[in-house]
């Protein structure tokens, strides 16, 4: 999928909390390397420098253009684009961060292994996920789909692009064998936005490309027209006429 650092970042200081209470987290007191998988445009490689200002940080992210807003950002660290399915290096790493972006990711039950192994001894694994596909907003993006209209033909495939992610007991079986301490929460975020349009654009940056890319222009209108007019109805606004967004999302630390 093409990503737009511009399109995301219209709520960044929403989007970058959870990795700000993620970092904080972390018991890793000091570390040399740091890797940041999906980097995106740079807020989480920031948030990473706030915390560990000698490190050498490196970022990838599949993104040329969050590559390159990360690049401008964030000038004193490495980037590159790569596709983390894709990534070789095998470090090892002190910090391995992957903020909102291994729910894009297949195959967990090998993937997080193997960042496990990638890790110094005592290096953690940091990753923060949304958990939110049965939230109405994901289950109006499916049924806007599914529904009778000119985009149809080409979404059969949209709503498969991500998948409800396993338990949090899974990924305790999963990792506690490879790591001296696991830590696993889920926390739900209540966004206050201004009404139904917000809440559409902040999907655009993120759940709803899957669902835009394959849409001609025409197309993509009809779809966010009906879509908008189901979220305003599934997420009614208040007296002032902001609107909460729930956005529940997971979080581990595994320390190897």
Request: net charge neutral; hydrophobic share 45%.
């Amino acid at each position: 999928m093409n990503w737009s650092a511009k399109q995301y970042v219209a709520f960044e200081g929403e989007r970058t909390r959870p990795v700000r209470d993620l970092v904080a987290a972390l018991p890793v007191v000091s570390a040399a390397t740091i890797m940041d998988l999906g980097c995106g445009p740079g807020n989480s490689t920031e948030v990473l420098a706030a915390r560990y200002g000698d490190a050498k940080i490196f970022g990838i992210d599949s993104s040329d253009d969050m590559i390159t807003a990360a690049r401008k950002r964030m000038p004193g660290a490495q980037f590159a684009v790569r596709d983390i399915a894709e990534w070789q290096d095998r470090g090892p790493f002190d910090v391995i961060l992957a903020n909102a972006v291994l729910q894009w990711v297949p195959h967990h039950e090998s993937l997080l292994p193997d960042l496990v192994q990638r890790l110094t001894v005592g290096g953690a694994l940091a990753v923060q996920m949304p958990d939110n596909l049965e939230e109405p907003a994901h289950q109006l993006m499916r049924e806007t789909a599914a529904a009778a209209g000119p985009w149809a033909d080409k979404l059969n495939a949209a709503g498969g692009a991500r998948t409800n992610l396993p338990s949090a007991g899974w990924y305790h079986e999963l990792l506690r064998p490879l790591v001296t301490r696991i830590d696993l929460w889920r926390t739900t975020y209540y966004h206050v936005l201004s009404g139904a349009g917000a809440v559409v654009e902040w999907f655009k940056g993120s759940g709803l490309r899957p669902f835009l890319e394959p849409l001609t222009a025409t197309e993509r209108e009809a779809y966010l027209k009906r879509y908008t007019e189901s979220i305003a109805r599934a997420y009614p606004a208040g007296a002032d006429g902001s609107v909460l967004l729930p956005f529940p999302r997971l979080f581990m630390i595994a320390v190897r």
